[in-house]
Nanobody, 131 residues
Framework: EVQLQASGGGLVQAGGSLRLSCSASGFSFEDYSIGWFRQAPGKEREGISCITNSDFTTYTRTSVKFRFTITSDNARNTVYLQMDNLKPEDTAVYYC????????????????????????WGQGTQVTVSS
């Protein structure tokens, strides 16, 4: 059974940091790309960052690329999203997802953040940033 477990969310003040984790099981982790998405109340889901586990190439949305960093630990089947200098507008439910279709996040760029390209989804973790 494929499982993706997102964790690490919480309440933080503006300017603070959080590290989200996405633990995966039930599929060949290195054959997939993992993406992070978020959805704020009343807004559409937005792709944030993607990492290809076979070669660790990444793509991160421009609006957060100097504050968010995605990494992967293949030995632990876990992808992390380090979020620094958080802002109130980062408040959202954050989801991780796995894609076999996305073979290289870096080369695909924004196309790697299209949610329809992801086959498996985890439950979300809430991130709330207070001003």
């Amino acid at each position: 059974e494929v499982q993706l477990q997102a964790s690490g969310g919480g309440l933080v003040q503006a300017g603070g940091s959080l590290r989200l984790s996405c633990s995966a099981s039930g599929f060949s982790f290195e054959d997939y790309s993992i993406g992070w998405f978020r959805q704020a109340p009343g807004k559409e889901r937005e792709g944030i960052s993607c990492i290809t586990n076979s070669d660790f190439t990444t793509y991160t949305r421009t609006s957060v690329k100097f504050r968010f960093t995605i990494t992967s630990d293949n030995a632990r089947n876990t992808v992390y999203l380090q979020m620094d200098n958080l802002k109130p507008e980062d408040t959202a439910v954050y989801y991780c997802a796995a894609s076999r279709e996305i073979t290289t996040c870096q080369a695909m760029g924004l196309r790697s953040l299209i949610d329809a390209r992801y086959q498996y989804w985890g439950q979300g973790t809430q991130v709330t940033v207070s001003s």
